[in-house]
């Protein structure tokens, strides 16, 4: 099961661009990337998920080197309402192929004013 | 926007009573999960479910665990003797299928006095 590394906390202010870069050195062939964000006591909340290249949503973007090993979730003009855990995790959700995903302790994001 | 509901969103017991955690996935979702979240600490796969059966569990589901899918709408997660160590928040999600994300519902915090 691909583990992935992740900074524990980061800073930043309202209006500039947040990048969290995650790295998961033994992603598997069939492995996607995906991100979630949690705000305290609530369920966590999908941002995001990709293969390869670049993603993007009304939200954020992922960009996945061709390694794969890595990967960053960049969320644009960040404001107070983003300052939450985000959690980055390899692996494939579904039932029946005997993965589960790991979760790491996440990316506690603070935006500050 | 359809949503995973989930009931109690409190419950306080006491430690070797019977606990059921109720939860009703998305209608259209065929994959369920529950998952764990002690206070501060990592989000942590307890069981997924599919096919009306367990696919897959980890070392924390143990005996004193079941799920069960009683009708076509609701996933409940059963714990038969309850300890302390069992307080936590549990969220259960679910997937529409294969590499789909993961929507979580708000959780249930369970508190065991």
Known sequence: LAKTTQPISMDSYEGQEVNITCSHNNIATNDYITWYQQFPSQGPRFIIQGYKTKVTNEVASLFIPADRKSSTLSLPRVSLSDTAVYYCLVGAPWAGNNRKLIWGLGTSLAVNP | ?113
């Open chain 2, 1 to 113: 926007e359809p949503e995973v509901t989930q009931t109690p969103s409190h419950q306080v017991t006491q430690m070797g009573q019977e606990v059921i955690l109720r939860c009703v996935p998305i209608s259209n979702h065929l994959y369920f999960y529950w998952y764990r979240q002690i206070l501060g600490q990592k989000v942590e796969f307890l069981v997924s479910f599919y096919n009306n059966e367990i696919s897959e569990k980890s070392e924390i589901f143990d005996d004193q665990f079941s799920v069960e899918r009683p009708d076509g709408s609701n996933f409940t997660l059963k714990i038969r003797s309850t300890k302390l160590e069992d307080s936590a928040m549990y969220f259960c999600a679910s997937s529409p299928g294969h590499a789909g994300e993961l929507f979580f519902g708000e959780g249930s915090r369970l508190t065991v006095l």
